[in-house]
């Protein structure tokens, strides 16, 4: 990545809580390190409790107790200036938040207030931010739901009157009105049926082309990454265990947990049934020791009880963390073809 | 605008069936008890001075007459709806031959003004509080109002009353404790007699403040710190929306909405609980007119108070009702 907006260097944000004296920790994102490029589409999966919610709260700078950033540093680089949003001052914070930095956020049901028309909530969340006279902005709005393709009379509406797909836009159109250099998508998708799903998605991809903005995508479903992302990395209890340009982490992961995320997909006209990992991801308040994978790793050898992997180039673009890398199968390309990740 | 009209229509439909029937019940509940408004009234005269047998008999005629007791109930009842109409609902024993409907209009501007205000103190203060202590949870001197509220909330109303009472007319006898005004101002639009009314009105105020306080505080920091985390607030300011445009637009006006039906549901309580302050200050409200009715046997006034109280009560609610819509727009859709 020749042009980086984000870096992100040994990161470690852990969960402590104090319960009558006695100290838990649960080490939620443990030495992340990675970047993300300009005009990047970039992809982050993993089940629920591998530490992707909290390790993008932390890139979107909204950490609060119990979970604090114990080391390591998320530095961006905005047209406005480098800011390092793990140790920066809440008004440092301040001066970036939607200017530069937004945030599409999960469950587009609940993100609106439900007692503020649309136009009300477009003008707390962009007027100050924009900086431009009350007409002016008003233009704005305009323009943006038109390439939203929302209807202008929404201003006058509130929430409840919309449909979930509609609502969805709005955030998204919050998200993006101030043409913000990196955006953060968590589960944009996840609570829209299919057809409105693949409109959601084609708008955001859209907007981001247009405007040329980085984009965080954060998803659970590996069809929507396939669709959508330029690169993907995959968190396993609380670790980044690959990251790799979209097309070889469908055609050729190298690290057995991708393997098997790929593999449980479904495909059309395959009744055969999907493997499935046995075991669960580890409590991460007492996380195994060596990879943190290998209670439920097929290919797991004594090393891997013992020692934690590091994250290691295998392929041009491709890191994974796994001793035994050149050992994971690639697997059945009709699956990764199904799923839009086209040759 | 049209759907605003039907809203209004709705409920007022329902306003005019509440005070039918509750004033309904007030002249079943009276009529249909075994005291005689007749019997007591004789009764009270013939303590007072012996009369000839025949004299009584011919007293007994008047006020039978007077208040149709005779005749066969739904008679009297569709004579007290004919007689309501026109404002009178015969004359109040304890005071002959004062109308009730004149004692109870004396009485009305005193117990509304003490409600409203101390209704609206309590309101206010209760929720500006209670949103403030639900929104910064580590603030000391809001967690010692909680501490308060705490200890407050469960008092009931007679118990706070006395204690004000023996606080402030006797360790610190530094307010009235009794009546609505002092006895050396004559009553009128005059300085001196505002000043003096609500000197007096302060103990059954606080009593009646200091009671209802808890309820809302308690309420509301419970509401809002449910309302701060919900979605719509995390995703406001994590897009930097500003800090009091939260608290207000986002936080304060999401927890309003189940206070506000607290209000009318609670208008009837409080109501209540002014009867038992009115007494205790001897204040001269509609309270402490339906105590002495009660004690006199004086039914026609018990009905007139009732009435009235209804009445009031009912449009309260009301009022409280048509505002509901504007700070929830989700009601509207109905």
Known sequence: MTDEILRV????????????????????????????????????????SSGKTSFIKVLAAAVRPPLRVV????????????????????????????????????????????????????????FRPLGLPREAFDRRVLDHLARLKLPADILRAYPHELSGGMRQRVTIGLAT?????FIIADEPTTALDLVVQKEVLHLIRDIQAEMGASVVFVTHDMSVHANVTDRIGIFYAGRLVEEGPTRKMFFAPRHPYTAHLVASLPRIGDTAQRPSLDGRPPNLAAPPDGCRFHPRCPLAVDKCRIDVPPLVEVAPGQRSACWRWQDVQPLDRSVALAHGAVT | MTSYFWFVAKRAVLLVA??????????????????????????????????????????????????????????????????????????????????????????????????????????????????????????????????????????????????????????????????????????GWTLDFMWSVALHAILPAVSLVLVGFGTWFLGMRALVSNVVTEDYVTYAELA????????????????????????????????SGTIITEQVFNYPGLGSLLIDAVFGGDYALVLAVSTISITAVGIAIFIVDLLYPLIDPRVKAE
Not at chain 1, 71 to 91: E, H, K, L, M, W
Not at chain 2, 137 to 155: C, E, R, S, Y
């Open chain 2, 240 to 271: 930097g929306v500003k800090r009091s445009t939260i608290m207000g637009g986002y936080v304060i006006r999401n927890a309003m909405i189940p206070q506000v039906t607290g209000l009318a549901m609670n208008i009837g309580t409080v109501f």
């Open chain 2, 18 to 187: 509440v005070i039918f029937f509750g004033v309904s019940a007030t002249f079943f509940i009276t009529h249909l008890s075994p005291i005689s408004p007749v019997e007591t009234a004789l009764g009270r005269i013939a303590n007072q001075s012996s009369f000839s047998p025949d004299a009584i008999e011919d007293m007994r005629r008047v006020l039978t007459d007077l208040y149709g007791t005779d005749r066969p109930l739904l008679q009297q009842y569709v004579t007290f709806w004919q007689k309501l109409a026109a404002g009178d609902l015969g004359p109040s024993l304890i005071a002959f031959p004062t109308p009730a409907m004149t004692l109870v209009m004396q009485a009305l501007p005193w117990t509304v003004a003490l409600l409203v205000v101390s209704t609206l103190i309590t309101f206010l203060a209760g929720n500006l509080l209670g949103a403030l202590a639900g929104y910064f949870q580590n603030n000391m001197a809001l967690k010692a109002f909680g501490v308060v509220a705490v200890v407050l909330q469960p008092i009931p109303y007679y118990v706070v009353a006395f204690v004000l009472l023996i606080l402030f007319g006797f360790v610190w006898p530094v307010l009235p404790i009794s009546g609505g005004y002092a006895m050396d101002v004559a009553p």
């Open chain 1, 9 to 48: 260097d040994g990161l470690k944000a852990y969960y402590q809580m104090h319960y009558f004296g006695v100290q838990r920790e649960v080490r939620a994102v443990d030495d992340v390190t990675m970047s993300i490029g300009r005009n990047e589409v970039y992809g982050i999966a993993g089940e629920s």
């Open chain 1, 177 to 181: 009105i101030c043409h913000p250099e």
């Open chain 1, 71 to 126: 080391s390591g540093s998320v530095n961006y680089d905005f047209r406005s200036g480098p800011i390092n949003v793990a140790a920066a001052t809440a008004a440092e914070v301040e001066r970036v938040r939607w200017k530069s930095l937004s945030y599409i956020m999960q469950g587009s049901m609940s993100v609106l207030n439900p007692v503020r028309r649309i136009g009300q909530t477009f003008h707390d969340f962009a």
